[in-house]
Nanobody, 124 residues
Framework: EVQLAESGGGVVQAGGSLRLSCTAS????????IGWFRQIPGKEREEVSC????????YYADSIKGRFTLSRDTAKNTVYLQMNRLKPEDTAIYYC?????????????????WGQGTQVTVSS
């Protein structure tokens, strides 16, 4: 069973930074895509960023491009989302999501494994 352990959420002032981590376990495939969605209660889920773990190709949503950076540690099966210049509109629950799929498939929600979510709150 795939498990995704998230950490790093919190409260920060606008302009500040946070780093989210997601460690994947319970599988032995390496051709997977992993990353982060976010959701504000009452609104639709939004893809944020993902990475093809085998080759490191990344995707960023336009709303966070240039501010967020996704990286991976292959030895630890962990991805890190460094979030800089945070804005109040970045406030949401951030969910780690993983599956054996392409980046396109991941963006389109072809995902079977989700973390429990971590709250990010950016105050103005």
């Amino acid at each position: 069973e795939v498990q995704l352990a998230e950490s790093g959420g919190g409260v920060v002032q606008a302009g500040g930074s946070l780093r989210l981590s997601c460690t994947a376990s319970g599988f032995n495939h390496d051709d997977y895509t992993i990353g982060w969605f976010r959701q504000i209660p009452g609104k639709e889920r939004e893809e944020v960023s993902c990475i093809s773990f085998s080759d490191g190709v990344t995707y960023y949503a336009d709303s966070i491009k240039g501010r967020f950076t996704l990286s991976r540690d292959t030895a630890k099966n962990t991805v890190y989302l460094q979030m800089n210049r945070l804005k109040p509109e970045d406030t949401a629950i951030y969910y780690c999501a993983e599956d054996v799929t392409t980046i396109t498939g991941w963006i389109n929600g072809l995902i079977g494994n989700w973390g429990q979510g971590t709250q990010v709150t950016v105050s103005s």
